[in-house]
């Protein structure tokens, strides 16, 4: 695999509870994103980052936050699971502009 | 709003057969193309990319066919196999905007019948 791992792979969680999920990249990449992937509408972007403490939000921020404390973990953080937050979530990494992005194995979150 | 439409939502194929997938875009400051094929549990990864300056590239059985003027591009895969089988999605990426974000179309999952 391409250096990048996610946490957990898979999860059940109840309405209105906090749920975090962890991105790890061992490959020193500037930029991470994270994704959630849902029947119908491919991979959607939740946040990004372009650097450590430096993240901005993508097409479907709303309920979901990001923090960047180091190059190397990337983490999302639903502030009150709903069910609609259940999908797949992907984080992915990229080193530079119009290289490779690399995925990882992706996190299926359940909101029951 | 989808940046990037990708068709047909769904393809089968016969082995040995040539798939197509289309996409579109209208955002002009898309600059970078690359498709990703994804196996059920598994993560996108990359296939093969385009730059708008080339009409054509070949990699294999895998092919981008771009047509600049009409924003629109497509992914040709020839003598289709079973191990083809997967879902796919084109993306287009601002390069000299942002964080470089990928913006992907809705994804085609293609089965190749042995």
């Known amino acids: 695999d391409a250096g990048i791992t996610q946490s957990p792979r898979h999860k059940v969680t109840e309405t209105g509870t906090p749920v975090t999920l962890r991105c790890h990249q061992t490959?020193?990449?500037?930029?991470m994103y994270w994704y959630r992937q849902d029947p119908g509408h491919g991979l959607r972007l939740i946040h990004y980052?372009?650097?450590?403490?430096?993240?901005d939000k993508g097409e479907v921020s709303d309920g979901y936050s990001v923090s960047r404390s180091k190059t190397e973990d990337f983490l999302l953080t639903l502030e009150s699971a709903t069910s609609s937050q259940t999908s797949v979530y992907f984080c992915?990494?990229?080193?530079?502009?119009?290289?490779?992005?690399?995925f990882g194995q992706g996190t299926r979150l359940t909101v029951v | 709003q989808q940046q990037v439409k990708q068709s047909p939502q769904s393809l089968i194929v016969q082995k040995g057969g040539i798939s197509i997938i289309n996409c579109a875009y209208e955002?002009?400051?898309?600059?970078?193309f690359p498709w990703y094929q994804q196996f059920p549990g598994k993560g996108p990864a990359l296939l093969i990319a385009?730059?708008?300056?080339?009409s054509e590239k070949k990699e294999g059985r895998f092919t981008i066919s771009f047509n600049k003027s009409a924003k629109q591009f497509s992914l040709h895969i020839m003598d289709s196999q079973p191990g083809d089988s997967a879902t796919y999605f084109c993306a287009a990426i601002p390069s000299q905007t942002g964080a470089n974000n990928l913006f992907f179309g809705t994804g085609t999952r293609l089965t190749v019948i042995p």
């Open positions: 980052s372009y650097g450590v403490k430096d993240t």
């Open positions: 955002n002009t400051a898309f600059d970078y």
């Open positions: 490959e020193n990449h500037r930029y």
């Open positions: 385009i730059r708008p300056d080339v």
């Open positions: 992915a990494m990229k080193g530079a502009a119009n290289t490779e992005a690399f």
